[in-house]
């Protein structure tokens, strides 16, 4: 859901006549860490049903990936949208951490997906997600909310994702209107001069 948002939140600039220019200007020290982050997760996605050793730790490595991101989302809350974007990765985290490091899906939700991903849930490791159960604990911040037609991709995703996507949304908007903005200030200045 995560690269829909930021798809969408490009396009939604391009159309509103912003540039990549705020982008390229942009500068957070050691930003380089969320795409590492999201490296090692899809190094863990896929190999940790191949080597046994991996899948035991793996969702105590990805509460770890949790814990350094929202540490650099917190330290950079000033920027417009990462806030809520803290929010949303907050409130997955919680989720995760209290049923043992693992996304909690609805089974009812997933039936939007290819049943394969219900049985993937069932009788194994699925990325960082699993089936919810009785025992699970605050299920409804988990994976619950079903997107199908007229949606081009069928998913299910999270109040957090919701929330998550929102602060994408108005950080990216953010960076690439910003060169239109100093554009209207400049001539503001100057036509009152």
Known sequence: MVFDGIIFSFIIGFLRRGSLKGIGELKIKFGWIFPLLLVIQLFIYSYQERFEWLGSISS?????IYIIGLYFLYAYRDHPGFVLIFIGVLLNFIVMVINGGRMPVSLDAAAVLDPMYADALINGLYGKHQAITESTRLGFLGDVIPISNPYPRDQVISIG??????GIF????HLMLKHNRLLTEGTAVRGGK
């Open 161 to 166: 994702d919701i929330i998550m996507n929102i």
């Open 170 to 173: 108005i950080f990216i908007q």
């Open 60 to 64: 105590y490595l990805f509460i770890l």
